[in-house]
């Protein structure tokens, strides 16, 4: 199975009438990003639109910066898009490989529903999962009977893997279009390398 990373492009697929809506929409998203969101452009495949989320305040998944992944399929706007999460996150509606399980993207999708209703909804899923659709079973059961463990467990994950970007967030996303190269300037010190060490220690053995 092809990984999230090496999705083949669908804008052969899409009308020029779609793509068009689809730029339009992306530049109105840089020019005046929601709270907590900002979007990436790619020049070269307008169907694969990643952003960077915050996590909200009063989560465990405070103090993060998540990137995300949504895929235009085929039949877009009539079928939704594919959302992954590209950080890796312990979430109820957010399974191993990123995928994640949201009613929007789902049996209510509606053709008119645009990317950012999409990204606002995956935040919203930060701050309310639904654990009756888990795609994470372990995640899951652990909100429903075990919040306290829960949240330890989903707040170290952001503290391992959502935190690359410090407590700059958004503004150590370099434009609309980061570059690779970007994390470069925040390379962890030994010290801070010991400390994820040994957190990553106590989720293997959780």
């Not at 405070?62 to 999460?85: C, I, S, W």
């Not at 503290?159 to 570059?179: C, F, N, R, T, Y």
Request: with cysteine.
């Amino acid at each position: 199975m092809a990984s999230v990373g090496s999705m083949s492009s669908n804008v052969e697929n899409l009308s020029p009438q779609i793509i068009r809506r689809v730029v339009k929409e992306m530049q109105e998203l840089v020019n005046n990003p929601p709270e907590g969101i900002k979007v990436q452009i790619n020049d070269e495949d307008v169907t694969d639109i990643q952003a960077y989320i915050e996590g909200p305040s009063c989560t465990p998944y405070n103090g993060g910066l998540f990137k995300v992944r949504l895929t235009l399929v085929k039949g877009f706007p009539n079928e939704p898009p594919k959302a992954y999460f590209l950080t890796k996150i312990f979430h109820p509606n957010v399974a191993q490989n990123g995928e994640i399980c949201v009613n929007t993207l789902k049996k209510d999708w509606k053709s008119d529903l645009g990317i950012k209703h999409i990204l606002l909804t995956i935040k919203c899923l930060l701050i309310v999962p639904n654990p009756e659709s888990a795609l994470n079973e372990e995640a899951g059961k652990l909100l429903l009977e075990h919040y306290d463990d829960y949240f330890q467990r989903a707040k170290m994950m952001t503290e391992i893997h959502a935190q690359g970007h410090k407590s700059k967030g958004l503004s150590s996303v370099d434009g609309p279009m980061a570059k690779k190269h970007a994390s470069d300037k925040n390379k962890l010190t030994a010290e801070k390398k010991k400390i994820l060490k040994d957190k990553k220690r106590t989720l293997k053995r959780l």
